[in-house]
């Protein structure tokens, strides 16, 4: 009987996963052709023109409530129409913190790293610094929730059941990777120009720190946070100066390192604890 429930267990988990997944690339898909092959002109016109349109209103309401949060909806229909738990335990597992203070000290521990090294080699984009915290509340739910309900909240930790770390890092930082690659080739993002492989050198890292903060806390939010906390540093300071240079200066190669090792070091600890704590 126990055998059976833990097949049936494993089943759920697996489709779990696969409707993720299904549900990631067919959003995706859509997103794509609609806004960087149908509505991409009216895109361009705005930032030549400042001119508003109907088809701009709709790229940038396609963008908002779809694109950026693919994951979320991904999630969000997962949670109603396959494990039907309904929107109010969806949240409660975004916001679930098992440990507050320890999940306070590690996602500022990393939020800080990255604070600092904006601080000493970052440069200024002109942006008032107001900029900065009223950046992070909208980043919070428009891409920290937004994503990490899906990068961290279900991949990470449903991959995490099947393969070992680091493959399971090295393969959500793949998939969430290649669900950015549209940014590089839409002449209106902010991630126009920039370096591919110093952005998949970058993801890569904070696919890393991302996991480990999961690892540690189980806290959703925490990683949503993060990941605000850096898209927000973008709002002051040049993004690819700071983040997706390559080969990148010396500065930034020693912090990339710095993150690794603190990212490697915590899920280690974090696992370390775990396999404690079943003992």
């Not at 099947?162 to 090295?170: A, D, E, G």
């Not at 904070?206 to 480990?212: D, E, P, V």
Request: net charge neutral.
């Amino acid at each position: 009987m126990k055998n059976a429930i833990s097949s049936n267990h494993n089943k759920v988990r697996l489709s779990r996963l696969w409707w993720y997944l299904f549900l990631v690339i067919m959003l995706s898909a859509f997103c794509y052709i609609t806004l960087d092959v149908l509505l991409l002109p009216y895109s361009i016109e705005y930032s030549e023109t400042g001119k508003m349109t109907a088809g701009y209103f709709l790229y940038t309401a396609i963008g908002l409530l779809l694109s950026t949060p693919t994951p979320f909806v991904a999630v969000l229909i997962i949670s109603l129409f396959i494990e039907k738990i309904g929107i109010k335990q969806m949240f409660r597992n975004i916001f679930r913190t098992e440990n507050k203070m320890k999940t306070i000290l590690i996602t500022g521990g990393f939020c800080f790293l990255a604070f600092i090294y904006a601080i000493l080699f970052g440069i200024p984009n002109g942006s008032p610094w107001y900029m900065f915290p009223l950046g992070f509340l909208i980043m919070i739910p428009f891409v920290g929730i937004a994503e990490e309900t899906g990068w961290r909240g279900l991949l990470q930790p449903e991959l995490d059941q099947r393969i070992s770390y680091p493959f399971s890092v090295l393969l959500t930082a793949a998939i969430w990777f290649i669900w950015h690659f549209p940014v590089f080739i839409d002449p209106t993002s902010n991630h126009y120009g920039d370096s591919v492989i110093g952005f998949g050198i970058t993801i890569f890292i904070w696919a890393l720190a991302l996991a480990a903060i999961y690892k540690s806390t189980k806290s959703v939010i925490a990683c949503a946070l993060y990941h605000a906390f850096i898209d927000a540093i973008g709002a002051v300071y040049d993004w690819n100066t700071l983040f997706d240079s390559f080969p990148g200066s010396v500065s930034t190669n020693v912090y990339r390192g710095i993150w690794l090792i603190a990212a490697v070091v915590l899920w280690f600890a974090a696992e370390k604890e775990e396999r404690h704590t079943v003992l």
